[in-house]
């Protein structure tokens, strides 16, 4: 275990078999529909890797990267990186490591949602809940965790820590 993880919360099998379950559940729901997975960057990239080899249909991978800031405007994000494609008509399916305060999904679905997508949904492999502050709920959701800061599996702390094969707690004196 890495030094700076106060805890492990979830080990590679256990997010795998987790992937395994929600697989089933968004392929039952998209048999015959054309499925595109957006992963948000950069959090999403190992959970999309491991959901998508449980997802035995047609689909196509798109990816978006987005930063929120606090301004006056307190929804406003930027497109740092967007879509190569038109999703007008389009089923999405929005690829997350983790919901927290819900931000950043809530504008992001807004915005696939005002660009005509057929419709827009959500997958996350971690559900902070009591970290919401916007309204917005996943469709499929892996694990409901604690309001602690998590790291591990793409989740980073200034960066780091985004290739631990498991989720873990970072250890308070780590950012305090
Ligand atoms: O629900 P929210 O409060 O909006 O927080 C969740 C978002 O924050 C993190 O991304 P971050 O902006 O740190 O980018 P990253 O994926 O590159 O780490 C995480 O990957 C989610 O995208
Ligand atoms: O707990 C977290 N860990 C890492 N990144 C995050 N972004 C929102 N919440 C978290
Ligand atoms: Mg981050």
Do not use: W
């Amino acid at each position: 275990m890495h030094k700076d993880v106060k805890e492990i919360l979830f080990t590679q099998e256990e997010i795998s078999e987790k992937c395994k379950e929600l697989g089933k559940l968004i392929m039952n729901d998209y048999q015959d529909k054309e499925l595109v997975l957006v992963g948000l960057l950069k959090g999403s990239v190992p959970f999309l890797a491991e959901l998508s080899k449980f997802i035995d249909l047609d689909v196509t991978f798109d990816y978006m990267d987005v930063s929120s800031y606090e301004g006056v405007e307190s929804r406003s994000i930027t497109i740092k990186k967007d879509l190569d494609q038109d999703v007008k008509g389009k089923d999405i399916l929005l690829v997350e490591d983790i919901l927290d305060t819900g931000k950043t999904l809530s504008t992001v679905k807004a915005m696939l949602e005002e660009r005509g997508a057929a419709s827009v949904e959500i997958v996350t492999m971690l559900d902070k809940k009591e970290g919401r502050t916007f309204p917005i709920e996943a469709k499929y959701a892996g694990f409901e965790i604690p309001n602690a800061f998590v790291i591990g599996f793409g989740l980073d702390f200034n960066e780091k820590y985004r290739n631990l094969p498991y989720v873990g707690i970072l250890k308070e004196e780590c950012y305090q």
